[in-house]
């Protein structure tokens, strides 16, 4: 039996329909409608954001944290425009999300209505697919198809954009039994052949990695890698968005490749005489100057989405499928190979990995001025909350340094911006993460410029009663940027300095203690290294508010390993004017 309701109910109906629990949001003319019914329902929260861009972030952060599509609504015109930014960063990490957008009446489509702009054209390049409805009968079927599209192959994000009219006439709500999406077959079984001659070659390889991506994440597959791995002995590399995909205490683990990556991980991809990706891409982070990247390497390379495939670097045996499957049948096909009595030696191979993670394991200055070191705060938030909190990263310093110092054993325990790199991740993010798991620890780990530009959602979390925590590595610079411009510009700090924190005199501006306080959370602040573990502890213990630590750190850390723009893998320093030796001997 049908129910007649308006676009609106519909579109609240059918949100309930494919499950939906939170919607991040700020309404507005074209979507008003849309929360009329919202207002009434049991099913869906509506939180309500301080910005279109943090509505985002946080849909972001909930799928991290629940496996499940984001969900986040915005206006027409200025409100959509505002979402390209989290939407380019899911497309990039690959995120499920679905965004709704209202738009301008049907007939006044292209005329430049007020506030009025074409967002699915401007995001067509930036989301899995996008869709514009004018017609109230198309509503449910579309929201279906979105979240579906979302969430399989791939995951990713959809735009849903709809009409004034579209909410505001009335149909039969009709919900489709099935969904017909002629030329959308995310091929999820990889080919047995391609299977069996990948596990021939692991176990014929001398130096065999296994570079594993945030694919294995997205699939669910940190169970299978870890099989795979402990079966056949061959060491791991885990990207900067699989941190915790494998656990970081593992002995066979040897790190994080890529521009800041470990010396250990950058060595065994450039020496490997195998490398296994894994739902990675081989973007340019990790493999520097493309044409030096792992010279003596074959190449297997599995993915769920085919154009990932020999995009980079070509694929000797290319594997499509999900990691999941794709692990579940490598380990098969090892095992039998192995029943046969074949077995890989890889003796040497870790032996001189081994010598590399002991040589250049690592380390950081204490500055000799007495201010804190960023490393040591971040280290010592990591050791002291522990493995099962999520931590939030923005993008810079920060997030290198907590990429490197904390140790992740579980996955999705790291969680931050990698493909885009979008400073402002941070805070809606964790404020999503924290709504999606609402019983595990959050913190954000932000930089002083990146915390400036979202840290309004702290009203929402305030309002919201969502404590998330957040510990903001202050060095009164745009840090990363600093460091460039030490070492390939002469020191030449052009428009780099925040004032954030302190140099001569007590200014700051802001005072993020102060901010904070003003947003309804706890703000506390950390100077002196003999503070940092009181000052966390602390922190832990507030659990009916958001807190804010204004960590005031060293403003000339730069972080190391590095691997310089444009240059190869090879030429990675392990500090200011140290490179490492990839030889073998001891």
């Given at each position: ?30 979507i008003l409608p849309a929360y009329d019914p919202l207002y009434d329902s049991a099913k869906v929260r509506h939180i ?539």
């Amino acid at each position: 039996m049908t129910e007649q309701m308006t676009g609106a109910q519909s579109l609240i109906r059918s949100l309930e329909q494919v499950g939906v629990d939170t919607v991040f949001g700020i309404p507005g003319g074209a979507i008003l409608p849309a929360y009329d019914p919202l207002y009434d329902s049991a099913k869906v929260r509506h939180i309500l954001m301080r910005h279109e861009q943090g509505a985002g972030h946080a849909a972001e952060g909930y799928a991290y944290a629940t496996g499940r599509p984001g969900v986040c609504m915005a206006t027409s015109g200025p409100g959509a425009t505002n979402l390209v930014t989290p939407l380019a960063d899911a497309y990039m990490d690959s995120v499920p999300m679905v965004a709704i957008t209202g738009q301008v009446a049907a007939p006044m489509i292209g005329t430049d209505a007020f506030q009025e702009a074409d967002i699915c054209g401007i995001t067509m390049p930036i989301t899995k697919h996008n869709f514009l409805v004018k017609d109230v009968r198309d509503i449910p079927r579309t929201v279906a198809e979105a979240f579906h599209i979302a969430a399989t192959g791939r995951p990713g994000p959809v735009l849903v954009d709809i009409s004034k009219d579209a909410l505001q006439a009335a149909s039969d709500f009709v919900w489709p039994d099935r969904l017909d999406l002629p030329g959308y077959r995310p091929v999820t079984k990889p080919h047995g052949k391609q299977v069996r001659e990948a596990a021939r070659m692991i176990l014929d390889a001398k130096r065999p990695v296994l570079y594993v991506g945030g694919g294995v994440l997205r699939a669910g597959a940190s169970a299978e890698l870890r099989v795979l791995a402990e079966l056949t002995g061959v060491p791991v590399v885990t990207t900067l968005m699989a941190r915790g995909v494998f656990p970081g205490s593992h002995p066979q683990y040897v790190g994080m490749p890529g521009m800041h990556g470990d010396v250990s991980a950058v060595g065994a991809l450039q020496k490997a005489d195998l490398i296994v990706a894994l739902g990675a891409r081989f973007d340019d982070r990790v493999t520097g100057r493309l044409d030096s990247f792992a010279p003596d390497a074959k190449i297997v390379h599995a993915d769920i989405d085919p154009a990932e495939i020999s995009k980079n670097r070509h694929a000797d045996v290319p594997i499509v499928g999900d990691c999941r499957e794709v692990l579940a049948d490598l380990v098969v096909a090892v095992r039998a190979d192995q029943e046969k009595g074949r077995a890989g030696d890889y003796a040497a191979w870790w032996q001189q990995l081994n010598r590399l993670r002991e040589t250049y394991s690592k380390g950081y200055e204490v500055p000799d001025d007495g201010s804190l070191a960023p490393q040591m705060v971040i280290q010592r938030l990591g050791e002291i909350v522990g493995p099962e909190a999520t931590y939030v990263a923005g993008v810079g310093q920060h997030q290198m340094w907590a990429a490197q110092f904390i140790d992740y054993e579980r996955p999705g325990a790291f969680v931050n911006s990698g493909g885009l790199g979008t400073m402002g991740f941070s805070v809606p993010a964790a404020l999503g993460a924290k709504v999606g798991d609402p019983g595990r620890v959050i913190w954000s780990i932000d930089g002083d410029g990146c915390f400036q530009m979202t840290n309004q959602e702290l009203a929402t979390c305030a309002i919201e009663g969502i404590p998330i925590k957040v510990a903001v590595v202050n060095n009164g610079n745009l840090g990363m940027v600093r460091q460039w411009q030490t070492l390939f510009y002469e020191g030449r700090y052009s428009n780099t300095d925040l004032q954030t924190s302190p140099r001569d005199e007590k200014v700051r501006i802001p005072d993020f203690v102060k901010l904070s306080e003003a947003y309804g959370c706890v703000g506390l602040r950390c100077e002196r290294a003999e503070d940092i573990d009181a000052t966390i502890e602390k922190a832990m213990a507030i659990d009916d508010a958001p807190v804010v630590v204004d960590f005031t750190v060293n403003h000339d850390a730069m972080v190391w390993p590095m691997v310089g723009p444009g240059v190869s893998n090879d030429n990675i320093q392990y500090a200011r004017d140290m490179a490492p030796s990839w030889d073998t001997e001891d």
